[in-house]
T-cell receptor, first 112, second 115 residues
Framework: LAKTTQPISMDSYEGQEVNITCSHN???????ITWYQQFPSQGPRFIIQ???TKVTNEVASLFIPADRKSSTLSLPRVSLSDTAVYYC?????????????FGGGTRLMVKP | DSGVTQTPKHLITATGQRVTLRCSPR?????VYWYQQSLDQGLQFLIQ???????AKGNILERFSAQQFPDLHSELNLSSLELGDSALYFC??????????????FGPGTRLTVT
């Protein structure tokens, strides 16, 4: 199971673009990369998922380099409501026994 | 609203007791996941069921057990409760297809306090 490493915390200001990088050096061929957002006392919320290159949806973009040993979640023009913990997950979609490890996450604080 | 429901919202009980947490997945989802989140341990995966059968097991204690019923709702049973079991317990569901098992939808959680 690929282990992920993320910064513990990040600060930003409203209107800025925020990039959170996740390292996953031992990612396997079948592994996908998924990001979740969690507000205090709420369940995590799926943001985006990708396998390689770039994925974009209405909320964020996910950049994955060719070697797939890292990935970057990009949040355009953050607002105060984006203050949350962001988790990077890496897992094998074909392994029925795969554990779903959220890790420590990155605590993003958006300031006015 | 994710479409996943959990009951009860709060639960206060004493050490040594047994409780049951209930989860109803989103309509159409076949997989149910249980997680424990405590202040010092983050979000820990406990167990996954897919269409009534156990599919993956995480850091679930022997005092804990779960099952998924034919109507796809799931229950997490916690017994011989200890103070350290106080935590938020989340249920999540997903379609369960091989292609996207990680697009999980989380419920609001059950806050368990053991005194």
């Amino acid at each position: 199971l690929a282990k992920t490493t993320q910064p513990i915390s990040m600060d930003s200001y409203e209107g800025q673009e925020v990039n959170i990088t996740c390292s996953h050096n031992n990612i396997a061929t079948n592994d996908y990369i998924t990001w979740y957002q969690q507000f205090p006392s709420q369940g995590p919320r799926f943001i985006i998922q990708g396998y390689k290159t770039k994925v974009t949806n209405e909320v964020a973009s996910l950049f994955i380099p060719a070697d797939r040993k890292s990935s970057t979640l990009s949040l355009p023009r953050v607002s105060l409501s984006d203050t949350a913990v962001y988790y990077c997950l890496v897992g094998d979609v074909n392994n029925a026994g795969n554990m779903l490890t959220f890790g420590g996450g990155t605590r993003l604080m958006v300031k006015p | 609203d994710s479409g996943v429901t959990q009951t009860p919202k709060h639960l206060i009980t004493a050490t040594g007791q047994r409780v049951t947490l209930r989860c109803s997945p989103r309509s159409g989802d076949l997989s149910v996941y249980w997680y424990q989140q405590s202040l010092d341990q983050g979000l820990q995966f406990l167990i996954q069921y897919y269409n009534g059968e156990e599919r993956a097991k995480g850091n679930i204690l022997e005092r804990f057990s779960a099952q998924q019923f034919p109507d796809l709702h799931s229950e997490l049973n916690l017994s011989s409760l200890e103070l350290g079991d106080s935590a938020l317990y989340f249920c999540a569901s997903s379609v369960g297809a091989v292609q996207d098992p990680y697009e999980q939808y989380f419920g609001p959680g059950t806050r368990l306090t053991v005194t």
